[in-house]
């Protein structure tokens, strides 16, 4: 779970694709035979690369949609999974009027509701109601457990539809700031290898409808408890570019101005730089961007994130670089989790500086939260601090950003829960084996 959704300190201001792109052959819906019961180890093919990924992917019933594009849970349609015009022309193939529709929209999502069932949706038309109750499905998750962690973080355990389950985590702040973390997948395909999620490889993307419904819980859930929810950040399990039309459209109906009605740069997307569908991202959304970094060189990026294998630090800082002279002040987040003895030196504040220049951008500093499926250890927070302070002497915006919710699992790096088997931990290069021991 990467940047943004934890407090952070400003320090050091100065003035101054489809999927095919990306990984083959993971098996997707319309291949056959299915191979979901099938734990395989995959590869991303880059020229004279091979990105070890890992996938029990598999294909879900509630992802299907019926004639008209929209997306079905059994014989229902599931309305979390429609944008606002798609629900607009359902309601009317059903002979309602449009003004129906809104009025349905803004208790699904707005006015302080947040239905999920028929009962729920007071001062709608009878005949509505009942031609909803025989045609919709209102839930796409199941809520199983809610952790409480000592500094207020909340862990939230959703059930699917197929009996899997996803975390979601709910950064409470003093300052108003409170702040959703969603996932996008069970599990991750990228095997980063400071990441737990990555451990579990991937076993399927999630829904737009099993997305959005995190934030609505969020709200339904918590408000009332630590005020409104005000930030969405797609930072917990999986890679939200590997599920990109999913994500897009999810991101789509957050900040639609008749529901959750979140701000476009308080819903932040992360992603650890697959480039076809970062421009995609960046041309079809307005929402804010996150980048992955965790790296200088190509050689140490190889190794804790393989992604890099097939789009490196230069393809991906020159994308963004040209991809953000269109778009007026909008800055990328860098996210830097901090490993110690790998790139924490000196060396790398300067080479990160290098890195960035030209991109309008903010760096966040992470510390690295320790887990059982990782030999990587903490930074200290005095170099840490030393690292910050190069980056602001240089004129770059950078945060710290505290772990929040690690008692419980609930930090950067620390969702999910790996089965049996697991993703491979990659071959340590030589001279970082001292780092680890």
């Known amino acids: 779970m990467e940047a943004m959704w934890m407090r952070r300190v400003p320090v050091g201001l100065k003035p101054s694709i489809p999927f095919s792109a990306l990984i083959l052959p993971i098996p997707f819906p319309h291949l056959k035979p299915l191979l979901s019961l099938h734990h395989r180890s995959l590869s991303i093919t880059a020229s004279s690369s091979t990105i070890p990924v890992y996938s029990t992917y598999h294909h879900h019933p509630s992802s299907t949609a019926d004639e008209n594009g929209n997306p079905i849970k059994g014989s229902k349609v599931l309305l979390k999974g429609m944008r606002y015009f798609e629900l607009q022309n359902w309601v009317q193939s059903h002979g309602y009027r449009p003004g129906q529709a809104l009025m349905l929209w803004k208790r699904l999502y707005g006015n302080n509701i947040w239905a999920h069932c028929i009962d729920e949706l007071e001062g709608l038309n009878k005949d509505f109601k009942s ?7 209102f839930k796409a998750l199941t809520l199983k457990d809610s952790i409480k962690a000592s500094d207020g973080t909340r862990k939230i355990l959703f059930t699917l539809d197929d009996g899997l389950v996803i975390e979601t985590v709910i950064i409470p702040c003093d300052r108003g700031r409170n702040t959703v973390c969603v996932s996008s997948q069970v599990g991750c395909a990228m095997n980063c290898q400071f990441c737990y999620t990555g451990r579990m490889g991937l076993t399927r993307h999630l829904t737009a ?3 959005v419904e995190q934030a609505v819980y969020a709200r339904r859930l918590f408000s009332s408890e630590v005020g409104s929810i005000t930030n969405v950040v797609f930072m917990g399990m999986g ?3 590997h599920n990109i039309e999913s994500v897009i459209k999810a991101a789509d109906i957050m900040v639609h101005d008749q529901g959750l009605h979140f701000s476009p740069r308080k819903v932040t997307v992360s992603t650890s730089g697959l480039v076809p569908q970062l421009k995609r991202f960046l041309r079809e ?4 961007l996150a980048v992955s970094l965790n790296a200088t060189t ?3 990026r190889n190794w804790v994130m393989p992604i890099n294998r097939k789009y490196n630090l230069s393809l991906l800082l020159q994308t963004l670089r040209e991809e953000l002279r269109s778009k007026r002040n ?3 987040l860098f996210e830097y989790v901090m490993l110690a003895g790998v790139n924490d030196s000196h060396e790398d504040a300067r080479r990160l500086i290098d890195l ?6 903010k760096v966040n500093l992470i510390s690295f939260n320790p887990h059982c499926g990782s030999q990587f250890k903490p930074t200290s927070e005095e170099k840490i601090i030393e690292f910050r302070n190069i980056l602001a002497e240089a004129g770059c915006i950078v945060f710290l950003r505290p772990s929040r919710g690690d008692d419980q699992m609930a930090a950067c790096g620390q969702l999910g829960k790996p089965g049996q088997v697991q993703a491979p931990l990659l071959r340590v290069p030589a001279k970082f084996q001292s780092a680890l021991t």
Do not use: R
């Open 131 to 137: 031609m909803l109750s025989e045609h919709a499905e």
């Open 209 to 211: 409808a099993e997305i």
């Open 239 to 241: 890679e939200p570019f």
């Open 285 to 288: 959304s307005n929402c804010a």
């Open 298 to 300: 190509d050689e140490v």
């Open 330 to 332: 909008y800055k990328v």
């Open 356 to 361: 960035v220049q030209g991109i309008p951008c």
